[in-house]
């Protein structure tokens, strides 16, 4: 049993920033590097949709609404998956969630991922 556990999240002004953390934990016999862990988000009424995901050896998929404005990033000695969040606009708005599997190939599919976190709000709004 794998558990995902997400932090950061908040209300933040447009323009703004935050940083979104994922840690990975579970027992000593399950817990090795995952192969895949990423970030999806959901707005209200909207589909779940594809932020980031970046692979155990550092391979990144982004989506276009995030590319030269957030990084994700990892770090597999703590099974940790970051997401640094500038220039944040209105739209971003949703609970961001973290996904994590074991196979290291990236894939956009969200039911490919095997665990997922309970999400957390992100608001963007002044």
């Known amino acids: 049993q794998v558990q995902l556990v997400e932090s950061g999240g908040g209300l933040v002004q447009p323009g703004g920033s935050l940083r979104l953390s994922c840690v990975a934990s579970?027992?000593?016999?399950?817990?090795?590097?995952?192969?895949?862990m990423g970030w999806y988000r959901q707005a209200l009424g909207k589909e779940r949709e594809l932020v980031a995901t970046i692979a155990a050896g550092g391979i990144i998929n982004s989506a276009d609404s995030a590319k030269g404005r957030f990084t994700i990033s990892r770090d597999n000695a703590k099974n940790t998956v970051y997401l640094q969040m500038n220039s944040l606009k209105p739209e971003d708005t949703a609970v961001y969630y973290c996904?994590?599997?074991?196979?290291?190939?990236?894939?956009?599919?969200?039911?490919?991922?095997?665990?997922w976190g309970q999400g957390t709000q992100v608001t963007v709004s002044s």
């Open positions: 579970g027992s000593i016999f399950s817990v090795n590097v995952m192969g895949v």
């Open positions: 996904a994590a599997r074991w196979v290291a190939r990236i894939t956009t599919t969200w039911s490919d991922y095997d665990y």
